[in-house]
């Protein structure tokens, strides 16, 4: 299939192509034929990389007694819908989403609003020890997280908020990738841009919200959805915050939710399965929708 | 008397306006300064109290200075020895085979074809998978009985994930997958920064696809390749989650797998020894930090050139 789609699209690309193949020469037929093989290895690596998500979808759509027949089924015939709906109430899916997406909203929307402000500050003030305080943002990017939370476990708990929103969210407000990625869109900006703003009665306030961070929305918008991604996908810091504390129950993310469905339904791979792949799919859509954007925040690092 | 009644009123407004403007600058600085002083300085800082007082191993009793004598005792003791080992070797599993993968893939990718663009977005795709959901998925796929290992014939005993010689290999494999997203994004944009002209001279002057791959792509790539290099082994160092899901405390392969972080939590949530805990990170920061002052050196010649 793919390879038809290949031979059409040269087709379609090189009117040349379709002229009788007596008068097409050597060269060209190699050419084709390179463009053909090219394509073989492509949707060869691209089988490889997505087989196990789509093992993981043919799985979470069988029926419990299907598991493990040899051979395999590579196919679900009769999707069972029902396991998604097992994992949803019975696996509580539902109540790992939600605190999910409690803690990923409250990250994401706090991390833009420090480190705009911050980045703003970096980029168009001048005060006393603006270059020190910068490369002190900048240092915490070389302080893993793995090497701070035995300190802050106890913080949070001390501040009674062990197994809260609060301290699900509370070390990761602010980040210094995100000060430095917006000072550097900040910088981008004209002097003189500022300067007529000011002249026409801008202040720091209107600049930042009308000028600054509409110019630098490319930017804004890679630190929204590397935050997001870092922020749904954490697993340390929530498995170590949360658990039962007095009556109420432990509030585990997704991820931590999916640790306790393959221990709950260790029969039921097909129901742990679904809901890793319900944990999937928030991804998978904000992969579709802003890759550009994930490209631009991961490769921050590595392309000017 | 006029004059110095005049004086303040004809500098102040440029006064007050810098003075206002460095308040706002601290102002603004302030609510991201501040997370950072309680959530990373602090117990960055407070690792090194930590590591010089000692926790009675009966709980409830107050923890006592020892100095210098935990820090030696946990850096000498086998199970940091053989985490620290452990975590090298699963390094090296992942980074070379995620980069040299990552690296074929961009490559292969390059070409200008039609339908490129979902063949890209399927190699990175990788990069958002959770290293929670890539663990339930390659648990399945590596589980005896619903996986599907015994339809290939692969069937060891004990289990690939419970079996002391191929538990660390296969965690590490479903990290070289979870990882080739990003690693195939580094290299794809490190890629296209290698001026086309450059690639064609190079043909016009008859040198071969693999001639040019090997003398004029890889060396233009080298800053591109120590990048992946670091990041790699940075994400390589602070693997956890899948060893947490995959292999667990309960298993008998557990010592073989038991990487730095893994230990450091279990230190501290098992064994209640927040001061060994301590000394760990404090371990594992230095390496990191050993690799994070590489990284930064490349940018800044990244950087150089540039301008």
Aim: charged letters at 10%; one cysteine or more.
């Amino acid at each position: 299939m793919p390879i038809d789609t290949a031979t059409a699209a040269t087709a379609s690309a090189d009117p040349a192509d379709t002229a009788p193949l007596a008068r097409v020469n050597p060269a060209r037929r190699r050419r084709r034929s390179r463009k053909v093989g090219s394509y073989l290895l492509l949707t060869v690596a691209a089988i490889v990389i997505l087989f196990p998500i789509y093992i993981s979808v043919v799985d979470s759509l069988l029926k419990s007694d299907q598991l493990g027949r040899q051979p395999p089924p590579f196919f679900p015939f009769h999707p069972q819908w029902g396991n998604y709906s097992v994992a949803w109430t019975q696996g509580h899916l539902s109540a790992y989403l939600k605190n999910s997406a409690i803690m990923t909203a409250t990250i994401v929307a706090a991390q833009l609003v420090t480190s705009i402000l911050a980045a703003y500050a970096f980029a168009f003030l001048r005060f006393p020890f603006r270059r020190t305080l910068f490369l002190v943002c900048l240092a915490t990017l070389m302080i893993p997280f793995e090497v701070t939370f035995i300190t802050n476990l106890t913080t949070v708990t001390s501040l009674g908020w062990f197994n809260t929103y609060q301290g699900l969210a509370l070390p990761f407000l602010a980040t210094g990738f995100g000060i430095f990625l917006l000072r550097q869109a900040f910088l981008q900006i004209p002097r003189d841009l500022k300067e007529a703003a000011r002249l026409d009665g801008y202040g720091h306030w209107r600049f930042m919200a009308r000028v600054a961070v509409p110019l630098a929305r490319p930017s804004v918008a890679a630190l929204t959805v590397f935050a997001f991604l870092a922020a749904w996908n954490q697993y340390l810091w929530p498995l170590v915050v949360t658990g039962p504390r007095g009556t109420s129950p432990p509030l585990d993310t997704v991820q931590i939710g999916l640790k306790e469905l393959i221990g709950t339904q260790a029969n039921n791979v097909n129901v742990a399965l679904a809901g890793a792949i319900i944990a999937l799919l928030p991804l998978v859509v904000l992969l579709l929708i802003f890759q550009k954007q994930l490209v631009r925040s991961l490769t921050a690092g590595a392309v000017k | 008397m006029t004059t110095l009644a005049h004086r303040p009123s004809s500098a102040s407004p440029r006064r007050v306006r810098r003075l206002k403007e460095i308040g706002l600058g601290y102002l603004l600085v302030l609510p991201a300064l501040a997370i950072f002083a309680v959530f990373t300085f602090y117990p960055f800082v407070h690792n090194f109290k930590l590591a010089f007082y000692q926790t009675p191993p009966v709980p409830g009793l107050p923890a006592h200075y020892v100095g210098l004598h935990q820090v030696t005792q946990v850096l000498s003791s086998s199970s940091f020895l053989e985490s620290l080992s452990t975590t090298f070797i699963f390094v090296a599993l992942i980074v070379p085979i995620s980069l040299i993968a990552g690296l074929a893939l961009a490559v292969v990718a390059h070409r200008k074809l039609r339908g490129m663009s979902v063949y890209r977005m399927i190699f990175s795709s990788t990069v958002v998978s959770s290293v929670a959901v890539a663990a339930v998925v390659f648990g399945t796929l590596m589980n005896p009985i619903v996986g599907l290992l015994p339809w290939l014939g692969i069937n060891p005993t004990p289990p690939l994930l419970e079996n002391t010689t191929w538990a660390l290999p296969s965690v590490a494999l479903m990290t070289i997958w979870q990882f080739l997203g990003l690693s195939f994004i580094i290299m794809s944009a490190g890629l296209q920064s290698v001026p086309e002209e450059v690639l064609e001279a190079a043909r016009i002057d008859g040198a071969t696809a693999w001639t040019r791959f090997w003398r004029v792509t890889v060396p233009m790539l080298s800053p591109t390749i120590f990048f992946g290099v670091v990041v790699g082994t940075i994400f390589a160092f602070q693997s956890f989650g899948q060893i947490d899901i995959l292999i667990g405390a309960q298993n008998a392969a557990y010592r073989h797998v038991d990487v730095l972080i893994y230990n450091i939590v279990n230190t501290l949530t098992q064994d209640n020894n927040p001061g060994a805990a301590a000394v760990m990170s404090i371990a594992l920061f230095l390496i990191t930090l050993v690799l994070t002052l590489l990284q930064l050196r490349f940018l800044e010649r990244r950087v150089q050139y540039a301008d």
